[in-house]
């Protein structure tokens, strides 16, 4: 199930972790591992799934930064350590999250998401079931369409 945050919901939730940047990380990595805590990583549009690889899994979840909405970077990064690099934890999509992109961030492997101010979220919610069939496979369903049936 998703799970939808207002920016009131997202300052107190962010308040709670320990968020790192890519170049924390980078630089700091051996003493965050040895710290205990868990680790929440924020990751900019210009950081690409590469950059952590299979180093994602020491991470809680990872925040996927979407600067604007046109900018699709994040959906790429956000497969990539789903498929590629095994990632099984907390995918969240921040910044310029509108409703009209949940549905296929959903599908690209994120599963928490903090919406623009100016978005609704009982609104939001109906957009999770905009399709109810889709032709390509998604982090979900590796099958395309012909093949399940």
């Not at 990872?62 to 990064?77: A, E, M, Q």
């Not at 999250?97 to 009982?122: H, N, P, S, Y």
């Amino acid at each position: 199930m998703a799970k939808l945050l207002n920016t009131q919901a997202k300052l107190a939730d962010d308040a709670t972790l320990n968020t790192i940047t890519l170049t924390q990380w980078q630089e700091e990595k051996d003493a965050l591992l040895s710290s205990g805590e868990a680790l929440h990583l924020f990751l900019d549009s210009g950081d690409t799934a590469d950059l952590i690889a299979d180093e994602c899994k020491a991470f809680a979840s990872i925040s996927i930064n979407f600067p604007k909405f046109s900018d699709g970077r994040g959906y790429s990064t956000a497969r990539l350590l789903r498929e590629r690099y095994g990632y099984t934890g907390e995918l969240r999509a921040v910044g310029d999250v509108l409703i009209d992109q949940l549905f296929f961030m959903k599908r690209c492997g994120f599963d928490t998401f903090a919406l623009r101010d100016d978005q609704e979220v009982d609104v939001a919610l109906a957009a999770f079931s905009t399709f109810s069939v889709c032709y390509q496979n998604d982090v979900a369903d590796q099958r395309p369409l012909f093949r399940r049936r």
